[in-house]
């Protein structure tokens, strides 16, 4: 299978969506959120804040649009300085203790974020909070709406093939795709309970991400999904 960062899509048995059959083990496609890109031009950045604006009354009123900083190899992130640059005109980016922060609405596709680190050094994530939520505690509408800033974000760096694949299966609606969701320390479990408090385990893979229970529609969007690290 072929993972990047937030979506990989394995192709071969993937036909139509609706009426074609389960596919098998090894033909499933697999959305997976990895540590490591470094890439956030206007187009992209733009791109994320419009899918975010657009899901938000839907699934997280009240959320947060952020992206986070996070280091390679075990690098420090001390003295880190982030600014967004189009042509002479410079923004400070005032990260936080977790090295996150917000973007404000961009006027252009030729504003890009910049470092004074590496893309050996450093790689970005996104995150949908609401308030009172963390990475231990999230809403499902969160990371519904998580999974289609995500893709607005990334998507083209697909062709135009895999982009029909993903959204012809259903996309972040999909039970036929595996959609997981990385976390910046080992996981020892992860379930998600339901406001009237019946929980179930959810898929934790090699301990390091956990199956999103996005496509359930029997979860609504305030069923909160939790996490213990080891």
């Known amino acids: 299978m072929r993972r990047l960062w937030l979506a990989a899509l394995a192709l071969a048995g993937v036909a139509h969506a609706e009426d074609a059959p389960p596919p098998a083990p090894s033909d499933e496609i697999v959305v997976t959120a990895l540590k490591g890109m470094w890439s956030l031009e206007g187009k992209r950045i733009r791109a994320a804040q419009a ?4 899901g938000q009354p839907r699934y997280a009123p009240g959320s947060r649009l952020l992206f986070q900083i996070l280091p390679k190899g075990g690098r420090s992130l001390d003295g880190l300085t982030l600014t967004l640059r189009n042509g002479d005109d410079i923004l400070p980016v005032e990260p936080d203790g977790e090295h996150r922060f917000a973007l404000p609405p961009l006027d252009s596709d030729g504003w890009r974020l910049t470092a004074n680190r590496t893309p050996a050094e ?3 994530r996104i995150w949908v909070l609401s308030p009172g939520t963390g990475e231990t505690d999230r809403r499902v509408g ?21 982009r029909g694949l993903f959204n012809a299966v259903g996309g972040c609606d999909s039970s036929r795709i595996m959609i997981y969701m990385g976390t910046t ?3 020892a479990s992860a379930s998600v309970t339901a406001p009237d408090g019946k929980s179930r385990p959810l898929d934790v893979d090699k301990g390091l991400r956990y199956r999103m229970p996005i496509a359930d529609k029997d979860l609504p969007d305030g069923a909160r999904v939790r996490l213990t690290f080891r």
């Not at 899918?51 to 657009?54: L, R, S, V």
């Not at 800033?149 to 135009?160: K, Y």
């Open 51 to 54: 899918a975010f604006a657009a």
């Open 122 to 124: 450093m790689g970005v």
């Open 185 to 187: 320390r080992p996981l």
């Open 142 to 162: 969160d990371l519904r709406l998580h999974c289609r800033v995500g893709w607005a974000l990334i998507q083209d760096r697909f062709n135009f093939i895999q």
